[in-house]
């Protein structure tokens, strides 16, 4: 299946504690369905010093969020959209913003 939502994508939460939070994709993991987006769904790792001199503590990392709970944004209208997917002329399937109906390529060079 093709992916509607890649690493580099600027995407809205639209459910749970971090709805209305928007963010980049660093990460997208497709057998799992899910993505790891920067400054969203923080959880707090307890580290300890594995190494003589290094620093244990508390640290804040990003944590996977489920792909049904994101929503792409369109780069144009800053507003969130559903992603569809066009075959070209050439044979080439690209995805679409179903509110704009704009092509995956027209979406990328705006970002």
């Not at 559903?82 to 690209?94: A, H, P, S, Y």
């Amino acid at each position: 299946m093709a992916a509607r939502i890649r690493k580099g994508d600027t995407v809205v939460v639209i459910s749970g504690v971090h709805k209305g939070r928007r963010g980049e994709v660093s990460q997208v993991m497709p057998k799992d369905e899910r993505a790891i987006v920067a400054g969203v769904n923080l959880a707090t790792h307890h580290v300890k010093p594995t190494r003589a001199g290094e620093a244990g503590g508390i640290q804040r990392r990003e944590a996977a969020i489920h792909l049904s709970n994101l929503k792409l944004i369109d780069p144009k209208t800053s507003q969130p959209t559903k992603v569809g997917f066009r075959v070209l002329e050439d044979g080439r399937k690209v995805r679409v913003a179903r509110k704009t109906r704009r092509s995956d390529r027209e979406l990328r060079r705006e970002q």
